[in-house]
C-alpha cells in the first residue's frame, strides 16, 4: 500500500469515529504514541519514504476540511515527536488542539474523553520541548502557552449548554481541572489554582460526587493541597482524609504523597501516626515518626533538634510551618505529665514547670518565659485555666483541665 492510500485511510478512520460519534475510541487512536499511530506513521515511512513530503502534497492537492485538518496535524504532530523534534511537534499539536477547540461546541459529551488524551500530549510535548531548548533559549517557556490553550478546553467544557445533562460536556470538567491543576501547580500559579476552583464552585455543574471517583479523588487532593498552603488546616484535612479513603489500593504513591501532609494535620490534633502505618510508608516514617515520638513523651528538646535537623526536607515538601505548629502538642503533653506528677493538683508553680522545661532539653528558661509559655497554651485552649502571676502559680480548670486536642 503506497503512503497516499494508507495516509487516506486513516484520515477515513478519523471522519468514521466522528461521524459515529465513538469518542472511546478516537481517545484510543488519537494519543501522539498510539499504537494505531504507530502504524500508519510505520506504513507511510515504507511506501513513501518521508513523512513530510507527503504531508505537503495532501495538503497542496486540495483544501482540507477542518476535521481532517486536524488528522493531518494529528500525524505531523506524531512524526516529529518520533524524529525526537519537540519544538516542531509542540508547533502541530498545538495546531491541532485549536482545530479540535473549533470543532468541540459541535461535539457533545462524546468529544470530552479525546480532549483528555490531546491536553495531556500537549502539556507533555511543551515539558519536552521546553527541556530540549533549555541550553539554547532558557526563557523558552512552551508549557505556559500550552497551559493557557488547554484553559480553553476546560471552559468549553464548564460551560456547556447541553440541554441533555447526560450528553453534556460538564463530565468533563473536573478531568480537565485536574490536568489544570498539575500545570498550574508546575508553573506556581497559585492563584490560577484558586480562581478556577471558585469557577468551578459558582458554575451550574452537577455535585461532585457524581463525577468518576478518580476525578473526585485527584481534585479534592489538589483543592486540599492548596488548602493546605493557605495554612486552612480543617479544610485541607477534609480533603485529604477523603483523597486517602479513596485513593486506589495499590497507589502507594500517591498515599504517600496524600499522608506528606495529612500527617503533620492530624499530629496537629494529637493523632500520632502508628506504628502499623508507619511500618506501611518508609517515606512518612523517615519523616514524621521520630518527631512523633518527642511529642508524646513531651521532650520538646528533642522536638526541636529534630525540626531544625529536617527543616530543608520538609521546607522543600512545604510542610515545615505545620510541623513547627506540633510543637504546640509536644509542650501541652509536658505540661500534662506535670500534672500527673503533682497528683492532679489544680494548683501548681511555674517554678515545677520551669523544671520539667528543662529536664525536657530546655535548661536555661527563665520563669517570665515559663509563664508566657503558660499563657499562650491557655489562650490557644491547650490548657483551661488562669495564671496568678503575683502568686507564681497556675491555676488550673478541676473539670478537664486538658481538654481533648481534636476538640480545639
Known sequence: MSGPERLSMAIHKFKI???????????????????YTERVLDDIWKGKGSWDVLYEETTKKKKVQLWEEMTLLHFQAAAMYRQGDFMASYKHQLDMYNVYLRELPNMSRWGVPALFVISNDLSHIARCADQQHLATDPHARKIEEATRTISQGFSLCMTDREVLLSKSRKWGTYHMANILFRLYLRLKAYNLCTSMIQAIKTSELPALDRFPMGDQVTFRFHRGMLAFRGEKYALAKDDLLFALEHCHRNAFRNKTRILVHLAPIMMMEGMLPQSRLLRRYPPIKALYA???????????????????????????????????????????????????????????????????????????????????????????EYVKGYLAHDHGIAVLSKQTPFPPIKSL
Open 17 to 35: 469515529l466522528k461521524n459515529a460519534k465513538n469518542g472511546e475510541e478516537l481517545a484510543q487512536v488519537i494519543p501522539i504514541d498510539s499504537v
Open 290 to 380: 521520630d518527631l512523633a515520638k518527642a511529642v508524646r513523651s513531651g521532650n520538646i528538646g528533642q522536638f526541636d533538634l529534630l525540626l531544625q535537623a529536617k527543616e530543608q526536607k520538609l521546607a522543600a515538601l512545604g510542610t515545615y510551618t505545620a510541623a513547627e505548629q506540633v510543637r504546640k502538642v509536644a509542650v501541652r503533653q509536658l505540661l500534662y505529665r506535670v500534672y500527673l506528677l503533682e497528683n492532679k493538683a489544680s494548683r501548681i508553680s511555674f517554678v515545677k514547670f520551669q523544671a520539667a522545661f528543662a529536664a525536657a532539653g530546655l535548661p536555661n528558661m527563665e520563669l517570665a518565659e515559663v509563664e508566657c509559655v503558660l499563657a499562650d497554651m491557655i489562650f490557644g
